[in-house]
């Protein structure tokens, strides 16, 4: 995979255990900082779905 520029909420700041993001024009891309190689592959309608979900407590985090 190329590289990416990935973010993590601020929230996490150095932890070991963060969700990291990299937003592309026509992707997002979701992974966490324990399994790097492991990226989760959305489109942007998934992305906004899966953020509107979870803010509105759709699951239980």
């Given at each position: 995979?190329?590289?990416?520029s990935?973010?993590?909420?601020?929230?996490?700041?150095?932890?070991?255990?963060?969700?990291?993001?990299?937003?592309?024009?026509?992707?997002?891309?979701?992974?966490?900082?324990?399994?790097?190689?492991?990226?989760?592959?959305l489109?942007?309608?998934?992305?906004?779905?899966?953020?509107?979900?979870?803010?509105?407590?759709?699951?239980?985090?």
């Amino acid at each position: 995979m190329k590289n990416r520029s990935w973010i993590r909420p601020s929230a996490c700041s150095n932890a070991g255990n963060c969700p990291e993001v990299a937003i592309a024009p026509d992707a997002v891309y979701v992974r966490s900082s324990l399994r790097p190689d492991a990226v989760a592959h959305l489109t942007p309608g998934e992305w906004r779905d899966l953020v509107s979900a979870i803010r509105n407590g759709e699951y239980e985090l």
